[in-house]
């Protein structure tokens, strides 16, 4: 059965995230953590960098789940149209213009093979990141 909370927003997903590294009593990092992350972790605009990265993606999610609630979309398929908005945040945040339709394009024909609809992923390209249509051929 879903869940009827929201999903976690941007401050829980960086409190929980920022927890891989904190040390323990015996001032032992995790397993997986670095002197470098909390080199990183240390450094006031790296950390407001980060913070609002996941406020970014919290962002993005609610658009996408918002369009998937106005298509009438099972929720059994969130995951599949959340990971293509997550690829999609990941993609914008990099690179822009014909370079970012062309990536848009390629992860749109990867998320269509595994059976989701063409015109919600488009819908989810254009609303949410603002990526158009490729040009022509």
């Keep these: 059965m879903a869940s009827s909370l929201p999903p976690p927003d941007g401050t829980v997903r960086w409190e929980k995230w920022r927890s891989r590294f904190v040390r323990d009593e015996h001032d032992n990092l995790p397993q997986g953590s670095s002197v470098q992350m909390e080199r990183v972790l240390a450094n006031p605009s790296s950390v ?59 992860l749109m024909a990867k998320w269509e093979v595994r059976g989701l609809s063409e015109t919600l992923l488009a819908q989810i390209r254009y609303d949410v990141f603002g990526v158009g249509e490729p040009a022509g051929p």
Excluded: C, H
């Design 48 to 106: 407001a960098r980060i913070k609002a990265s996941f406020d970014g993606i919290y962002a993005a999610e609610t658009e996408v789940r918002q369009i998937l609630n106005a298509a009438g979309v099972s929720t059994i398929q969130y995951p599949y149209y959340l990971a293509f908005g997550r690829e999609m945040w990941k993609l914008t945040n990099r690179i822009s213009g014909e370079s970012a339709v062309k990536g848009a394009a390629a």
